[in-house]
């Protein structure tokens, strides 16, 4: 899920662990089918995006065109299931090993692309996301259906 924002911040135990000013507030959440091809296409996708506005106010600008920050987290309850019961199912989720590995590889490909630093959260922890959401811009991207 990627959400245009004026600001974003994430923190632990209290304490504010990453922030950014305008950019992507990016919240990644790893299938338990999903592969290396799907983080190079999400990577690629998200760089390429154009969800912010230009001169003329039409969302005509990528995150590359800006030169805007990018604050990752993972969360895995993105791909809750509550077809059943009321309480969640996480069944499609990845495991933990898999998700880390993917969520690293993401990051890493998104930096080298900005040339920047991306920011991010840590992986697992219980963490605290506070954001200004831009327009509102909150996008769902499926990495196996492609949109």
């Given at each position: 899920?990627?959400?245009?924002v004026?600001n974003a911040?994430?923190r632990?135990s209290?304490?504010?662990?990453?922030?950014?000013?305008?950019?992507?507030?990016?919240l990644?959440?790893v299938?338990?089918?999903?592969?290396?091809e799907?983080?190079?296409?999400?990577?690629q996708?998200?760089?390429?995006?154009r969800?912010?506005?230009?001169?003329?106010?039409?969302?005509?600008?990528?995150?590359k065109?800006?030169?805007?920050?990018?604050?990752?987290?993972?969360?895995?309850t993105?791909?809750?299931?509550?077809?059943?019961?009321?309480?969640p199912?996480f069944?499609?989720s990845a495991?933990?090993?898999?998700a880390q590995?993917?969520?690293t590889?993401?990051?890493?490909?998104?930096?080298?692309?900005?040339?920047?630093?991306v920011?991010a959260?840590?992986?697992?922890?219980?963490?605290?996301?506070s954001?200004?959401?831009?327009g509102?811009v909150?996008?769902?991207?499926?990495s196996?259906n492609?949109?």
């Amino acid at each position: 899920m990627i959400q245009r924002v004026l600001n974003a911040e994430v923190r632990i135990s209290g304490d504010i662990f990453s922030k950014i000013n305008n950019g992507l507030l990016i919240l990644i959440g790893v299938e338990v089918n999903d592969n290396q091809e799907d983080v190079k296409w999400l990577i690629q996708k998200t760089l390429n995006l154009r969800i912010f506005s230009d001169n003329k106010n039409k969302m005509n600008l990528s995150i590359k065109d800006i030169n805007g920050e990018v604050l990752a987290i993972s969360q895995f309850t993105l791909h809750a299931k509550v077809k059943k019961g009321n309480r969640p199912s996480f069944m499609n989720s990845a495991n933990p090993e898999l998700a880390q590995s993917y969520y690293t590889k993401f990051i890493d490909g998104i930096s080298k692309d900005l040339e920047t630093e991306v920011k991010a959260g840590v992986f697992g922890a219980d963490m605290k996301v506070s954001l200004t959401n831009d327009g509102p811009v909150t996008i769902i991207i499926d990495s196996k259906n492609r949109e």
